[in-house]
């Protein structure tokens, strides 16, 4: 059974993150394990820095971390199984760093519709599959 379960989250579509989020935690309850979630911020286009205040990542990304923490409050699972992390930079490179680090044995990743460039699954989710070490688990919307 999985133990350490990874779930990437969208703060800006978490409707979508509900259902991996649901499945997520229907699996740790079995298995006594945990879920943890992981928002990736993007990184800010040099060419925008001299448009924002000198703050502006560090608020972001207290921002972050507080919407991050506010949603853990919705897993079904107690809280001390629910753990939250925030990386700066690419989705599929930060999830998997994540995982690593984390040990999961089971990454949980919710995936669009497919349009023309990406056929059967979600760029991101598709490049999770294809590079994870632990197996992953993809949900359609």
């Known amino acids: 059974m999985f133990k350490k379960i990874l779930v ?6 978490l409707d979508i993150a509900r259902k991996a ?5 229907a699996l740790a309850r079995e298995s006594g394990g945990t879920v943890r979630l992981v928002y990736v911020r993007s990184v800010l286009p040099v ?4 448009f924002v205040p000198p703050d ?7 921002q972050a971390a507080d919407d991050l923490t506010e949603f853990a409050k919705s897993v079904p699972l107690p809280p001390e199984r629910v753990s939250t992390a925030v990386r700066l930079g ?3 490179n930060e999830v998997l760093e994540e995982a690593s680090e984390m040990g999961a044995d089971l990454i949980v990743v ?3 519709q497919p349009g023309v460039s990406t056929y059967l699954i979600g760029s991101n989710a598709a490049t999770i ?3 994870a070490t632990c197996s992953v ?4 919307d």
């Open 90 to 92: 690419a989705v599929y």
């Open 21 to 25: 989020v649901a499945r997520a935690a």
């Open 47 to 50: 060419s925008f820095v001299e």
């Open 8 to 13: 990437p989250v969208d703060l800006a579509d």
């Open 129 to 131: 599959v294809r590079h």
């Open 56 to 62: 502006f990542d560090e608020e972001q990304a207290k």
């Open 137 to 140: 688990l993809v949900l359609r």
């Open 110 to 112: 919710s995936s669009h």
